[in-house]
T-cell receptor, first 111, second 113 residues
Framework: NAGVTQTPKFRILKIGQSMTLQCAQD?????MYWYRQDPGMGLKLIYY???????DKGEVPNGYNVSRSTTEDFPLRLELAAPSQTSVYFC??????????FGDGTRLSIL | QKEVEQNSGPLSVPEGAIASLNCTYS??????FFWYRQYSGKSPELIMS????GDKEDGRFTAQLNKASQYVSLLIRDSQPSDSATYLC?????????????FGQGTTLQVKP
């Protein structure tokens, strides 16, 4: 009963490097989301997807890209890492009016 | 712009007391309402869902919804130090129909032994 699985749990990047944060869910949810949460702050929506092949921008999409080739997976790509992207990243999924289920998060530091 | 407002706190209550957390929302079309608990360094954890006006009880937790006043609250009875966390109110994005939630900034609860 895995739910939403995020990898890696921790990562340190150098400025300008790129990486992909992985997110997978096994609940057959159509809707998936990426959030970032800075220390002491609320959740900010980066991108979301309502189904395979469909993605849309959230509140803070600049510097990120996503794709959704399957129902299960929703990777988040950072192309040119910047210090402002140091944050904790959460992936979530749900269906319709149901609550969102969250992964354990990826803690990312960019130095 | 659709908003969800919470008092950031901290809200401090003694152990055994009732903690009352409040949330207001702006979109009258919202249909589902959630309370999440987030411990420091952890992911949000769902503790209550409510979809219709009135009260919903689950153990020590009671969620209250008043759609006319656009107000949702969470009561925690017999508060324990382990309840110390940030509580996030989340509201379904009304007519958007995407499952998106609008989150409040969260209220920090401190339960003192």
């Amino acid at each position: 009963n895995a739910g939403v699985t995020q990898t890696p749990k921790f990562r340190i990047l150098k400025i300008g490097q790129s990486m992909t944060l992985q997110c997978a869910q096994d609940m057959n949810h159509n809707y998936m989301y990426w959030y970032r949460q800075d220390p002491g702050m609320g959740l900010k929506l980066i991108y979301y997807s309502v189904g395979a092949g469909i993605t849309d921008k959230g509140e803070v999409p600049n510097g990120y890209n996503v794709s959704r080739s399957t129902t299960e997976d929703f990777p988040l790509r950072l192309e040119l890492a910047a210090p402002s992207q140091t944050s904790v990243y959460f992936c979530a999924s749900n269906q319709g009016l149901e609550p969102q289920h969250f992964g354990d998060g990826t803690r990312l530091s960019i130095l | 712009q659709k908003e969800v407002e919470q008092n950031s706190g901290p809200l401090s209550v003694p152990e055994g007391a009732i903690a009352s957390l409040n949330c207001t929302y702006s979109d009258r079309g919202s249909q589902s309402f959630f309370w999440y608990r987030q411990y420091s360094g952890k992911s949000p954890e769902l503790i209550m869902s409510i979809y219709s006006n009135g009260d919903k009880e689950d153990g020590r937790f009671t969620a209250q919804l008043n759609k006319a006043s656009q107000y949702v609250s969470l009561l925690i009875r017999d508060s324990q130090p382990s309840d110390s966390a940030t509580y996030l109110c989340a509201v379904n994005g009304g007519s958007s129909n995407t499952g998106k939630l609008i989150f409040g900034q969260g209220t920090t609860l401190q339960v003192k032994p």
